[in-house]
């Protein structure tokens, strides 16, 4: 299988994308491959879609269990994402969801930070349920508890769409039971 790997990325005109096509791919079933998949695509020199690969490098790391890395690939995504605005990843809202979710307290008001700013682009229900339900979570943390209430409400209104905006995948993006945990610790708040 690496041998055809190799092949197919000798004959590549942009080997830079297929690399971060791969690592991507296998970021969180073989996050180790991932993460040497995308060093040589690092050692190729700047791409256009760097801020792709931070963030398959962050869901690599996260699979491994390495969250301080992931959250050093998420902010290497937003401040590529920052200098080159055409190429959007999830990072923003990923990145304050892992914050959230974990309690990572020392993190808390630099993921509030980065959701004030992220406010175009949620299309997707789960990604407006991840969005407020980390600002749920952050702001009941600090004790800001009418704040917390309504982004609680919000993320959970967003969890029970049955319905996604997309005519033809309606069921893209919805809120999947892999959310469980988090939209019961929502509903107590």
């Given at each position: 299988?690496?041998?055809?790997?190799?092949?197919?990325?000798?004959?590549?005109?942009?080997?830079?994308?297929?690399?971060?096509?791969?690592?991507?791919?296998?970021?969180?079933?073989?996050?180790?491959?991932?993460?040497?998949?995308?060093?040589?695509?690092?050692?190729?020199?700047?791409?256009?879609?760097?801020?792709?690969?931070?963030?398959?490098r962050a869901d690599a790391y996260l699979a491994l269990g390495r969250t301080d890395d992931?959250?050093?690939?998420?902010?290497?995504?937003?401040?590529?994402?920052?200098?080159?605005p055409t190429v959007r990843t999830w990072a923003s809202i990923e990145f304050p969801y892992?914050?959230?979710?974990?309690?990572?307290?020392?993190?808390?008001?630099?993921?509030?930070?980065?959701?004030?700013?992220?406010?175009?682009?949620?299309?997707?229900?789960?990604?407006?349920?991840?969005?407020?339900?980390?600002?749920?979570?952050?702001?009941?943390?600090?004790?800001?508890?009418?704040?917390?209430?309504?982004?609680?409400?919000?993320?959970?209104?967003?969890?029970?769409?049955?319905?996604?905006?997309f005519e033809r995948h309606p069921k893209l993006g919805l809120v999947s039971e892999a959310?469980?945990?988090?939209?019961?610790?929502?509903?107590?708040?």
């Amino acid at each position: 299988m690496a041998a055809r790997f190799e092949d197919k990325l000798r004959r590549s005109r942009n080997k830079q994308h297929y690399l971060r096509v791969q690592a991507t791919t296998l970021a969180t079933s073989h996050p180790e491959v991932a993460l040497d998949l995308l060093e040589r695509y690092f050692s190729l020199g700047d791409s256009l879609d760097a801020a792709l690969a931070y963030q398959g490098r962050a869901d690599a790391y996260l699979a491994l269990g390495r969250t301080d890395d992931a959250i050093v690939a998420y902010e290497a995504a937003m401040r590529q994402e920052a200098a080159r605005p055409t190429v959007r990843t999830w990072a923003s809202i990923e990145f304050p969801y892992l914050v959230a979710v974990r309690d990572l307290t020392a993190y808390f008001a630099r993921a509030l930070e980065v959701l004030s700013m992220r406010n175009q682009g949620l299309v997707f229900p789960v990604i407006r349920f991840k969005a407020h339900a980390a600002a749920a979570l952050i702001l009941a943390a600090r004790g800001e508890a009418t704040s917390a209430h309504i982004e609680a409400e919000a993320a959970l209104r967003a969890a029970n769409e049955e319905r996604s905006e997309f005519e033809r995948h309606p069921k893209l993006g919805l809120v999947s039971e892999a959310y469980s945990d988090v939209i019961m610790r929502l509903k107590s708040l």
